[in-house]
């Protein structure tokens, strides 16, 4: 109405959405950053009991932290070495046993054709034997025919030009149940009386195999 005015306080007021949307975009801007917040507070939070491990590393140097294992299950120094009876490897007709080279300082030698490390060592071997089986020395090679192939294990002493006597091991019982062999190549250096003197696991170098070569013909003191 024309001319007509309202008292300060009793004018019709508009509705306005503003004011509540403001206040519910801030209060959803707040409870998000809350959840990321926390989300971001349970990644960064170690696992139950990730503590005590890091702090028990930290503690510790990594050597003392590594575990022991008890020695080698192989035949021990100064005992008897396990009788075996074996056929040869190119002559199956032919049997070899341990015993039968008493009276004679012995190396037997456990090898495979597929072993890098046992190529590398025979013409060491072969070497050793050839200067020091006039006086004794006898060497006998052992093909652990089981987890080889036959004709490559012939193919291999042929290559290699070796003199000293190899045998098949078919079923491994003279490497895993008698000598426990539990790598490739394996060396047990035995005495004429049948005792153990040394058994080297793993690849030898020339040296070692000559130094080992000469105390067992010699028959003294052996020193690894």
Known sequence: MAG??????????????FGPFFALAVLSIILLGMWNDSRLRRALQPEPGAAAIV??????PIADALPTFPPLPTPKPLATAPDFILPDLFDETIMRTRSEYDGRPLILNFW???????????P??????DEYSPSGLMVLGINETYIDNLEAAQAFVTELGLTFPS????????SDD?????????SVFITPEGKVAHVQIGQMSEEQIQSYSSQLAAGGTFTP
């Open 4 to 17: 007509m005015s309202w008292p300060e306080d009793d004018r019709p007021r508009r509705r306005s959405w």
């Open 55 to 60: 702090g028990a590393a930290e503690s510790f």
């Open 112 to 122: 495979a054709s597929w072993c890098g490390p046992c190529r590398a060592e025979m």
């Open 124 to 129: 060491a071997l072969q070497r050793a034997y």
């Open 167 to 174: 045998v098949r091991d078919g079923d491994g019982k003279t």
């Open 178 to 186: 008698l000598y426990r062999v539990i790598g490739l190549p394996t």
